[in-house]
């Protein structure tokens, strides 16, 4: 068991440029969380996958955010024109089982927009 | 609207002492509380699950739940500087995702 991993590690973009993360959680975990941090706050939910199915989206995520999970495993987190709002660390989780189970989070992307 | 309420800090208390970070939360129907450390720069990392009331113990730290006060604590005994971090509560209340307080700066003063 490696853990939740997410590539890359850090970003730094420019304003209106496009962005990826991955994370891959941990094997045979059904479900798959982004959230994202800014400084000195918590972490806030983005997404939520159970296998591949996307299943609720916050509010958060605007148009400009989509997210994956094409084959239940692996996920990707696209922002297309980033802004510099967009700056913050970029956090995947997984669980396994039923919902309120324990999340194990990923390192984090952190993404800085210029 | 959810929320999770902590005193953000700074927390500092002397090595060997015991640290008390608390946490409270507004759904009464919250069902599953975590505690997660947080280095800087770094991610979250579990600490502590708890689901009952009252009392759970797992080395130097103690989780404590009162769901009728709708408050949930973390007791580090014996803290040491390795201590030194950022503690999240979480709260789960049914929904697909955590609800995470802003979390609680604790320095530990060799």
């Known amino acids: 068991d490696t853990g939740v991993s997410q590539d890359p590690r850090h970003k730094i973009t420019k304003r209106g440029q496009n962005v990826t993360f991955r994370c891959d959680p941990i094997?045979?975990?059904?479900?798959l969380y982004w959230y994202r941090q800014t400084l000195g706050q918590g972490p806030e939910f983005l997404t939520y996958?159970?296998?591949?199915?996307?299943?609720?989206k916050s509010r958060l995520l605007s148009d400009r955010f989509s997210a994956e999970r094409p084959k239940g495993s692996f996920s990707t987190l696209e922002i297309q024109r980033t802004e510099q709002g967009d700056s913050a660390m970029y956090l995947c989780?997984?669980?396994?089982?039923?919902?309120?189970?324990?999340?194990?989070f990923g390192p984090g992307t952190r993404l800085t927009v210029l | 609207q959810k929320e999770v309420e902590q005193n953000s800090g700074p927390l500092s208390v002397p090595e060997g002492a015991i640290a008390s970070l608390n946490c409270t939360y507004s759904d009464r129907v919250s069902q599953s509380f975590f505690w997660y450390r947080q280095y800087s720069g770094k991610s979250p990392e579990l600490i502590m699950s708890?689901?009952?009331?009252g009392d759970k113990e797992d080395g130097r730290f103690t989780a404590q739940l009162n769901k009728a006060s709708q408050y949930v604590s973390l007791l580090i005994r014996d803290s040491q500087p390795s201590d030194s971090a950022t503690y999240l509560c979480?709260?789960?209340?049914?929904?697909?995702?955590?609800?995470f307080g802003t979390g609680t700066r604790l320095t530990v003063i060799p």
């Open positions: 094997s045979e975990h059904n479900r």
């Open positions: 708890i689901y009952s009331n």
């Open positions: 979480a709260v789960w209340a049914g929904a697909n995702n955590l609800f």
């Open positions: 989780a997984s669980s396994l089982g039923t919902s309120g189970s324990t999340q194990y």
């Open positions: 996958f159970q296998n591949e199915a996307q299943l609720e």
